[in-house]
């Protein structure tokens, strides 16, 4: 609440302040009146509300890691259109509560130019910030005496963002095919043992990835526990031949989390959709990178297939993060197409009307968390595909042959089994 107050009084003091100095510098002592102070308080309380409406976050990182130049270039259109927007916006809430102000069109002409000056430079502040808050920190170079020293310090680190920045940096590298890639991907392949990089790498990338996976599955029902409620006594129709009545359309309660109601669980998962989107994303594509490398020859010791976590492992934390988040994108949008009440439905279109008049809404944390899994599985399916491709069928024997010791998150090892199945089909198709 605090800073939300802040935030708004920020604004507004500055775009007092702006709208009132230069339309006095350049139109001179008659584009100002009493009316520019109230004119600068609407600036910046629309501009306020359109930032907090679309959430624009400075630690969204763009799917695409491009030069900082280029990057500015490709955000300056939207930052001139926002600016022109607020500030449109501003003029029309001003010209409601003073209808004689449209007789006084030099005042009404300082008012835009200062107050697009004064959106635009926002807006540009803040995308400069989003842009340098969201570029990769090269957390080795080539030539380092440990290259991975740094990288699993930075990992080990309470720090979050720094954390954060490592794994992009880590997928980045394990994905790359420059010559300072494959400099850092041998590194992590040097040592024989694997206890040096292979190891604590991959085990806190398949940790995070089996972390998430569990989390997600907490939060679908139960089959069994849907089958032994079924079965209790009284659950049913009398006999045990007797046919169950149709009930098209409905929504039965789940005796694990409950379908009607939103669970703790479920809770939790939607939280860790939203706010772990970037780094599941990362330490999937940093798995999937560095087997890859390593089926190209980068492993000459063979650590990806004799150190553990080995390929089995790594391939069993794909497949069930795969399966988790296509039960669950199922489960919320079926739970979701049956509560939908009047009310809701009312607040949704509300949201969609103020989207569409401050902008397109791009942050995370403000999807639904359907569309946050199904973007996540994408990730995730084509991490299994990129692996399907450069092993082929020593992928399924590897698998079937060299059975993880460990229980996957979620699925048995026949629904994995047959995932993997389906995507080398594909693959030979």
């Not at 930052?79 to 501003?90: E, Q």
Request: glycine share 8%; proline share 6%.
């Amino acid at each position: 609440m605090v800073a939300t107050a802040t935030f708004f009084g920020g604004n507004v003091l500055s775009a007092v302040g702006y709208v009132t100095l230069y339309a006095r510098l350049k139109l001179g002592p008659a584009a100002v009146s009493g009316w520019s102070l109230w004119f600068g308080v609407l600036l910046g309380v629309c501009y306020s509300c359109s930032y907090l409406i679309r959430g624009l976050d400075v630690l969204a990182y763009p799917p695409l890691q491009r030069h900082r130049w280029f990057r500015i270039k490709e955000r300056v259109p939207a930052v001139v259109a926002s600016a022109f927007t607020t500030t449109a916006a501003a003029l029309a809430v001003a010209l409601l509560l003073r209808q004689s102000l449209l007789l006084q069109p030099r005042l009404l002409y300082g008012w835009a130019v200062a107050g697009g000056l004064c959106a635009a430079s926002w807006g540009l502040g803040a995308a400069l910030m989003q842009i340098v808050f969201s570029e990769r920190l090269h957390v080795a170079r080539a030539g380092d005496p440990d290259p991975n020293g740094p990288l699993l310090a930075e990992l080990s680190s309470g720090n979050t963002l720094m954390q954060d920045l490592a794994l992009l940096d880590l997928a980045l590298t394990a994905e790359a095919s420059t010559p300072e890639a494959r400099w850092r991907r041998g590194a992590v392949f040097a040592d024989e043992s694997g206890r040096a990089a292979w190891s604590p790498l991959v085990a806190y990338l398949l940790g995070e990835l089996r972390d998430f996976t569990a989390a997600l599955a907490a939060a679908l029902p139960s089959a069994a526990a849907e089958a032994a409620a079924a079965a209790r006594p009284g659950s049913g129709p009398a006999g045990p031949c007797a046919p169950a009545s149709a009930r098209w359309n409905v929504l039965r309660m789940s005796p694990s989390t409950g379908l009607r109601a939103v669970s703790r669980e479920q809770d939790l998962a939607a939280w860790n959709l939203r706010s772990k989107y970037y780094r599941i994303g990362w330490c999937v594509r940093g798995l999937a990178g560095l087997l890859v490398a390593a089926q190209a020859g980068e492993d000459r010791y063979g650590v990806a297939l004799l150190c553990s976590p080995a390929l089995p492992e790594v391939l069993q934390g794909l497949l069930s993060a795969v399966l988790a988040l296509q039960s669950y994108t199922k489960f919320v949008a079926a739970t979701r197409s049956r509560q939908l009440g009047a009310l809701e439905r009312g607040a949704r279109q509300l949201g969609l009307v103020g989207g569409f008049v401050a902008g397109r809404i791009t942050n995370v944390t403000l999807q639904p968390a359907e569309e946050v899994a199904f973007a996540v599985e994408g990730v995730a399916r084509n991490a299994v595909n990129r692996l399907a491709l450069a092993y082929g069928d020593r992928l399924r024997e590897a698998f079937v042959r060299e059975a993880p010791p460990t229980k996957p998150p979620y699925g048995s090892p026949s629904e994995l089994a047959s995932l993997l199945t389906s995507v080398l089909a594909c693959q030979q198709q």
